[in-house]
């Protein structure tokens, strides 16, 4: 092969046309040839780096044009590689069907010369001005594979060793997007960096490793018992220094024995689900996929892919949990929350399916619509004379976030002619971790329009009592995991005293959780203003609360 020279890799059946389109090609390429499809995708493997085109004829023995383009479809490393169609029929179907199964141009036979020379031109250039298989092959700033050549080679291997067992890891770097907000783009490569040392330390033969994702990484090696050898290797080496005090963790999700007959990314599927079953859990770096995450992950697709017609056919169901007055037990607020009634698989707990709301960003859809029920809730209930009572909408970050969220948001207000204080905004800590001061212009906003604020679940997060000042709240509610420690005195006197500061600060207290007399002493005795749980009620349906508010 002349070094320099772009090479041609010529599949076609028919020797004589074969011949001469070899010849056409010899004085401006090194040509290779095959004479089925088979044995060009033989070829193609081994010389893939060195191809930059290949001429294929359709109609074909053993394996035809339109199987070549499937196997080549099916490689992520290999698809990039652009195909020219040699077809001696004018049918707009044949054409149509390569160009779906992934062909990028076609000459017509019996073949012209300048034609096919221009056309294998030109295609070439346009690739290599934008990328070429090198590019594709290896992630520019590690080395090491991409994830479209790591499913490649790893495939290779299955074939290659189709009697041998292997595992496939994944490793992460937890919270690395954090990490490079805080400490920058070349602490952050550096952290990449030291991942890549630290597996090519455990590499063994027949070991493939390549970048998956941003921040990681994923090897497959042969057979359990190597990789628990290349486990025990890297076991101290989980935890990667910070410029500052504290580490960056390494975790791993892992997947045994793998199915040679099942597709890699399958398998870096099941691997990814394990990790995502680790991550922020403290002391624990690994998960090794089982059939019960399989269980677990085809019932979370189930509820993503049902959540939107849910909202349509009205599944999602609104209920109301009362607020009382510590000391008098008057009725003086609630709290929306929304149950489901999934027609496969009844009552779904909130805890289950609003954790794939907040990932798809589907649960800013369910908070409106909690939203602007409610606001109609409240005008009919006000129109047939019941006393109505503020009640308080849980919503998302991301929906506060919107351009247009003041507007949305205050429509249902309005148009239910409401008083703004028989709506409350609710929000949770986790909610001000970052872009701050834009959340607190928007609530602060609410706030002057005489929307109040609360904010949820206080205690559950690192909490700073600073972001009392700092943010327009109006209530702060006191989480359950308060109410229930209240058995220790220390438990106590910490709950009493921000109880205290709170109120200093002239806020409003709410108790969530309180399930006993005893419970509801000892925040009456703190000062507590108002409490929410079993003792006084349970949540209610629209209609057992339209009939709470009565009185019935």
């Known amino acids: 092969m002349i070094i320099g020279r772009r090479s041609v890799l010529v599949v076609e059946d028919n020797e004589l046309n074969r011949e001469m389109l070899c010849m056409m090609l010899e004085d401006r390429y090194e040509v290779l040839q095959a004479e089925n499809g088979k044995e060009g995708l033989e070829v193609l493997q081994d010389h893939y780096r060195d191809i930059s085109i290949i001429v294929l004829d359709v109609q074909m023995p053993v394996m035809n044009g339109y199987e070549f383009l499937q196997n080549l479809r099916n490689d992520d490393l290999l698809k990039e590689i652009p195909v020219i169609v040699a077809t001696g029929s004018s049918e707009q179907e044949e054409e149509e069907k390569c160009l779906e199964l992934g062909a990028t141009d076609f000459v017509i036979k019996p073949y012209k010369r300048n034609i096919v020379l221009k056309r294998i031109s030109n295609i070439i250039r346009l690739r290599e001005s934008s990328s070429t298989l090198k590019e594709v092959e290896f992630d520019d700033l590690t080395g090491v594979f991409t994830r479209q050549a790591f499913f490649h080679h790893a495939d290779r291997m299955l074939k290659e060793f189709p009697d041998m067992e292997f595992t496939i890891a994944i490793s992460d770097i937890q919270d690395f997007r954090l990490v490079k907000e805080r400490y920058g783009t070349k602490v952050a490569d550096g952290l990449l960096m030291k991942n890549v040392e630290l597996l090519r330390k455990a590499q063994r033969e027949n070991f493939v490793f390549g970048r998956y994702d941003d921040n990681q990484f994923v090897v497959i090696s042969p057979s359990s018992s190597r990789y628990e050898q290349m486990r025990e290797e890297i076991r101290g080496d989980l935890y990667l220094p910070l410029p500052e005090e504290g580490n960056a963790v390494l975790k791993f999700g892992i997947k045994r ?218 209530i702060i509610k006191f989480d359950m995991s308060f109410v229930k420690g209240l058995d220790s005195p220390k438990q106590e006197r910490v709950m009493a005293a921000c109880v205290n500061l709170v109120h200093n600060l002239g806020l409003k207290t709410v108790a969530e959780g309180v399930e006993t007399h005893e419970q509801l002493d000892k925040v009456k005795s703190m000062g507590l203003d108002m409490v929410q749980g079993y003792y006084y009620s349970r949540p209610l349906p629209e209609e057992e609360f339209e009939r709470y508010l009565r009185g019935i």
């Open 257 to 474: 024995n793998i199915d040679h007959n099942i597709p890699i990314k399958e398998h870096c599927h099941h691997a990814l689900m394990a990790l995502d079953t680790v991550k922020h859990v403290y002391g624990n770096n690994y998960a090794v996929f089982d059939e019960d995450m399989q269980k677990y992950y085809d019932r979370r697709v189930a509820i993503e892919r049902s959540m939107v017609s849910a909202l349509e056919k009205e599944q999602f169901k609104l209920y109301y949990q009362p607020k009382h007055d510590s000391r008098t037990g008057v009725l003086v607020g609630a709290e929306a929350l929304i149950r489901w009634i999934h027609p496969e698989f009844g009552f779904l707990s909130p805890a289950e399916f609003i954790p794939v709301f907040e990932q798809t960003g589907f649960v800013s859809e369910v908070d409106f619509y909690a939203w602007k029920r409610t606001c109609q809730n409240q005008r009919r209930w006000q129109n047939e004379g019941v006393r109505i009572v503020p009640i308080s909408v849980n919503c998302s970050r991301s929906e506060l976030l919107q351009a247009d969220f003041l507007r949305k948001w205050f429509k249902p207000l309005q148009d239910s002619y409401l008083p703004p204080q028989s709506m409350h905004l609710e929000v949770t800590e986790s909610l001000f971790t970052e872009k701050f001061e834009k959340l607190a212009e928007v609530l602060r906003e609410c706030q002057q329009r005489g929307v109040k604020i609360e904010l949820d679940d206080f205690g559950t997060g690192y909490s700073s009592l600073s972001m009392f000042q700092l943010l327009p709240l109006d």
